[in-house]
């Protein structure tokens, strides 16, 4: 268990749904990190809260959007999904400095768009 | 534009042998350069850093040598394990004070054969 917790684990979804996947950092963590992997892609950034701040933008869709809550905790939301929205999608924290240990990441949420 | 980019999409190699994993980037203003161990249904786990400043790291089995001349890293694995055998992700980041963006290849797959 690497301390961040990410539900659910699969997600089935229509396309045109809208989804919600959750992440809670590890404990004292205070940025949270999304990134997608993608078939045959590397993983992809899409955005980073910090202490409840948006703090940086990758490749993120203007579909989907995030927020992280004062208890930390994350949520990315990803709306009218597209087949091509198939991923797995990980959550990942990291303490204010220490960027020799990277980060830590949650197992992952799958989500199958069909 | 991927600005980590990992050539060999995969590496097999020999119990006991050394594993050589490489890794290109294309921005000199990274400072800080991971290399990441991901087994299947599991997220990424941290498994050895480097900073700009040196050029050379080493932990156990695991050596990252990095040459910021030609703008390239590898990770060394001496002897290889078949517990070695893992997709591996090599990413570089430019830090601030409130976190890190981390840019990520695509990763090797290394198999270790017995």
């Known amino acids: 268990d690497s301390g961040v917790t990410q539900t659910p684990k699969h997600l089935i979804t229509a396309t045109g749904q809208r989804v919600t996947l959750r992440c809670s950092p590890r404990s004292g963590d205070l940025s949270v990190y999304w990134y997608q992997q993608s078939l045959d892609q590397g993983l992809q950034f899409l955005i980073q809260?910090?202490?409840?701040?948006?703090?940086a933008k990758g490749n993120i869709l203007e579909r989907f959007s995030a927020q992280q809550f004062p208890d930390l905790h994350s949520e990315l939301n990803l709306s009218s999904l597209e087949l091509g929205d198939s991923a797995l999608y990980f959550c990942?924290?990291?303490?204010?400095?220490?960027?020799?240990?990277?980060?830590?990441f949650g197992s992952g949420t799958r989500l199958t768009v069909v | 534009d991927q600005q980590v980019k990992q050539n060999s999409p995969s590496l097999s190699v020999q119990e006991g042998r050394i594993s050589i994993l490489n890794c290109d980037y294309t921005?000199?203003?990274?400072?800080?350069f991971l290399w990441y161990k991901k087994y299947p249904a599991e997220g990424p786990t941290f498994l050895i850093s480097i900073s700009s400043i040196k050029d050379k790291n080493e932990d156990g089995r695991f050596t990252v040598f990095l040459n910021k001349s030609a703008k390239h890293l590898s990770l060394h694995i001496v002897p290889s394990q078949p517990g070695d055998s893992a997709v591996y992700f090599c990413a570089a980041s430019v830090g601030t004070i409130a976190g890190y963006a981390l840019n990520f290849g695509k990763g090797t797959s290394l198999l270790v054969t017995p």
């Open positions: 809260y910090y202490n409840g701040e948006e703090r």
């Open positions: 921005n000199s203003m990274f400072d800080y």
């Open positions: 990942a924290s990291s303490a204010t400095g220490g960027r020799g240990y990277g980060y830590t």
